[in-house]
Nanobody, 122 residues
Framework: QVQLVESGGGLVQAGGSLKLSCAAS????????MGWFRQAPGKEREFVAA????????YYADSVKGRFTISRDNAKNTVYLQMNSLKPEDTAVYYC???????????????WGQGTQVTVSS
């Protein structure tokens, strides 16, 4: 039973920062790619960032490049998303995801967390 649990969401003003965490169980991080997705009200789910565990390569959507950073902690079986310079457009439910493949980094994830709300006020 694979389980992904997100935490760290909340309300922040534009220009502020927030760090999301995703604790994983039931899988081996070294065999998987970890990703972050988000879904805003009335919008489709979109790719945000991904980390390929075996290579440490990272990938970002153009909309967050330079502002968001994905990272990992092997000892804690946890992946993080550091979000800086937040904009109201970043408001969404953020989901942690995992898959047993590598590329393409933005597609075909197998497991999903329950989501955590991020709200950026203007």
């Amino acid at each position: 039973q694979v389980q992904l649990v997100e935490s760290g969401g909340g309300l922040v003003q534009a220009g502020g920062s927030l760090k999301l965490s995703c604790a994983a169980s039931g899988l081996t991080f070294s065999r998987y790619t970890m990703g972050w997705f988000r879904q805003a009200p009335g919008k489709e789910r979109e790719f945000v960032a991904a980390l390929i565990w075996s290579t440490s390569n990272t990938y970002y959507a153009d909309s967050v490049k330079g502002r968001f950073t994905i990272s990992r902690d092997n000892a804690k079986n946890t992946v993080y998303l550091q979000m800086n310079s937040l904009k109201p457009e970043d408001t969404a439910v953020y989901y942690c995801a995992a898959k047993n493949g590598q590329l393409p980094a933005h597609l075909f994830y197998d497991y999903w967390g329950q989501g955590t709300q991020v709200t950026v006020s203007s």
